[in-house]
């Protein structure tokens, strides 16, 4: 950690520049004594990256920014504002810290906040970033967080593990086993330190894969954000049996769209079928994440079009957990009967169809936009058709 970035020409040059095109600072010969361009210049793209994400340490002076890449890897603001809605007591210990997101939305919720991160350096700007930010209740441990519990003797009353998608080689994983921490491995550690444990996952992990590596889930709380699933949120509580509770939420700026239901349940439902009615109903990213196909049905009383196609319709129109639409016309998928709707320029969506958007766009000459909507999948009875609709 270079101190001397927290210099006040340095941070004003940062938070004019942040903006600026890189490469053109990076070419210049050094403008600062005891910081190079190539660490301006992280500084100024990790600003940047926060605009959105990190709000609160976007517009915070002083604020020592980790590389880009920490950027990425980290909860938003948003996501983990939601994760304190999850945690209740007065002691938790974050054993993945990293940029500290986490544990500082934590410490909001939780007296007394413990935040490990391996990289000692990342726990330095981590501690740094918490003192200007006013963050009293938090201490700040350069190790492995696992290390850590393992010769601790204390007991927390949450353990946090966003365990990194990234092996010691650096390539992607997706399996808890293979990801960094290993948590299948050091569960017993883990309940010995601790009943309840909230672990984030990438949004590609299978439930069924999660529920196996893992032992005792008691919920997965599926986080989407503007219709797009950004984590997977598994609570786990020692010696649970019962059922596993699956919460869909997707955060927007309007609203938030929450959908609960059990697993078990899920299985176990029978939806009913029917061809299309007067509206159209498409589930959002966390709902189709969650799995939640038949559960989704019934619980809205709705009819869904096919096994494997995932829309949904009635005669009534509902207040629903996704897209709404008004149908204006069902035509079978023929090449003649889509030249005849003389449609130029619609949004187009597949279920269960066996061409991609790319492909139809292409052959009828369709462009993106508008306010039509033509969602190409099949029905009841298997046949191929095209749903022309209006959003609701």
């Known amino acids: 950690m270079n101190k001397n970035i927290l210099n006040t020409g340095i941070q004003e040059f940062i938070k004019i520049n942040w903006n600026t095109d890189m490469m053109s600072v990076l070419l210049k010969k050094p403008i600062f004594d005891g910081v190079s361009q190539k660490e301006l210049v992280e500084q100024c793209e990790a600003k940047k990256k926060c605009k959105d994400k990190l709000p609160t340490w976007f517009s915070t002076n002083q604020i020592y920014y980790p590389n880009k890449l920490n950027i990425e890897q980290t909860s938003s603001e948003i996501t983990a504002q939601y994760k304190t809605n999850l945690v209740c007591g007065k002691s938790l210990i974050d054993i993945t810290g990293g940029f500290g997101i986490d ?8 007296a007394q906040i413990t935040h490990c991160e391996i990289d000692e350096n990342l726990s330095k700007k981590a501690a740094h970033n918490f003192d200007v930010l006013g963050l009293k209740n938090c201490s700040c441990i350069a190790e492995n967080g696992i290390d850590f519990l393992a010769k ?28 960094l921490p290993n948590v299948p491995e050091n569960l017993e550690l883990l309940f010995s330190r601790s009943s309840n444990i909230l672990i ?48 869909t939420i997707n955060i927007s700026k309007e609203q938030q769209e929450t959908f609960d239901f059990m697993l078990l349940d899920e299985k176990e439902t029978i939806p009913e079928f029917g061809l299309p009615l007067h509206y159209l109903y498409e589930p959002n990213s966390a709902i189709l994440k969650s799995g939640a196909f038949k559960s989704v049905a019934n619980r809205f009383e709705l009819k869904k079009l ?32 889509i030249q005849k709707l003389n449609i130029s320029k619609a ?6 169809f066996p061409e991609n958007v790319e492909n139809i766009r292409k052959k009828h000459n369709i462009k993106d936009g508008g306010n039509v909507y033509l969602f190409f999948t099949k029905n009841i009875e298997n046949n191929l058709i095209v749903l022309v609709c209006k959003k609701v």
């Open 103 to 110: 544990s500082y939305f934590f410490s909001q919720k939780i």
């Open 152 to 179: 601790s003797n204390s007991h927390f009353d949450w353990i946090y593990i966003d365990p990194s998608r990234r092996n010691n080689s650096k390539d992607k994983v997706f399996f808890l086993r293979d990801c």
């Open 200 to 247: 984030k996952t990438s949004p590609l992990l299978d439930f069924s894969i999660g529920i196996k590596e893992l032992k005792f889930v008691k919920e997965i709380h599926v986080v989407a954000s503007q219709n797009e699933v950004k984590e997977l949120l598994w609570i786990l509580e020692k010696d649970f049996q019962n059922s596993i509770k699956i919460k």
């Open 306 to 337: 096919q096994e494997h196609s995932h829309l949904y319709t009635s005669n009534t129109l509902i207040d629903f957990p996704g897209r709404s639409f008004k149908i204006e016309k069902v035509i079978p998928h023929q090449k003649k009967e």
């Open 347 to 352: 949004n187009v969506s597949t279920r269960n």
